[in-house]
């Protein structure tokens, strides 16, 4: 059963046909996944509190309806170390075309992956794993898995993937936190099967996976057409 605030964001975003990032973030966090440390500014000036209380770098992504891969449009800028080169990306953004507003963020590390969702007109909704980042679609490193997760589901779609290696720690790095990583794809799939009227498809990628966390880097999820309450 979908609570009141996540049926708000859902709500506020129909007339984009999307939930944009920040407001997607918030609704994970609702779900007590694992998100970074953000503020969602449409002026410059209300950046200043976080980055004193959070310090440098940080992560600077534009917000807008009119721009659903940010990267493609420029409007990501990682490692962001001074209030005065935020205020150069801030000015950049409020020129992108559809310009609401800026999300700034903790700056983290770890081992990217992807976990997604999409719902299968036959077959329902469907959850993805796979090592994640800009290369995902060169790598094609994925699981796929019908919702709900079980157990054996969670376990086997980490132990699938080729790139597993680098997951238990490879040369010298650490492993991830296994543990994590198992309750953000438990959560995600709860959330998937409660959402699926609502939507097309989410996308979380990357996954930034340390040995201490998994947090939800980036994300996006895409609205059905016709929700419950809008069919006939």
Avoid at 31 to 57: C, H, K, Y
Avoid at 108 to 113: F, K
Avoid at 209 to 222: E, K, P
Wanted: aromatic share 8%; hydrophobic share 45%; net charge negative.
């Amino acid at each position: 059963m979908l609570n009141d605030q996540t049926r708000q964001i859902l709500s506020a975003s129909r007339k984009w046909g999307w939930v944009q990032e920040p407001e997607a973030k918030r609704l994970f966090s609702l779900r007590g996944m694992d998100v970074p440390r953000f503020l969602f500014a449409s002026r410059f000036e209300e950046v200043l509190p976080f980055t004193e209380a959070n310090g440098f770098p940080v992560v600077c992504k534009v917000v807008s309806p009119q721009v659903l891969h940010k990267s493609d449009a420029g409007g990501v800028v990682v490692g962001v170390e001074s209030p005065e080169r935020l205020k150069e990306v801030f000015d950049r953004f409020s020129r992108i075309e559809g310009f609401r507003g800026v999300l700034v963020e903790e700056m983290l590390s770890g081992v990217e992956l992807i976990v997604g969702a999409k719902v299968d007109y036959q077959f329902g909704p469907v959850i993805l794993l796979g090592m994640g980042g800009t290369g995902v679609e060169i790598y094609e490193d994925v699981t796929l898995r019908m919702a709900p997760l079980e157990e054996r589901d969670v376990m086997s779609m980490i132990q699938c993937l080729r790139g597993f290696k680098l997951l238990e720690g490879y040369r010298g790095s650490q492993p991830i936190d296994f543990d994590a990583l198992k309750k953000l794809l438990f959560s995600f799939s709860a959330l998937v099967m409660e959402l699926e009227g609502e939507i097309e498809s989410i996308d979380l990628n990357p996954v930034l996976c340390s040995r201490t966390r998994c947090v939800i880097a980036d994300a996006r999820i895409i609205l059905s057409a016709s929700p419950p309450s809008e069919a006939t």
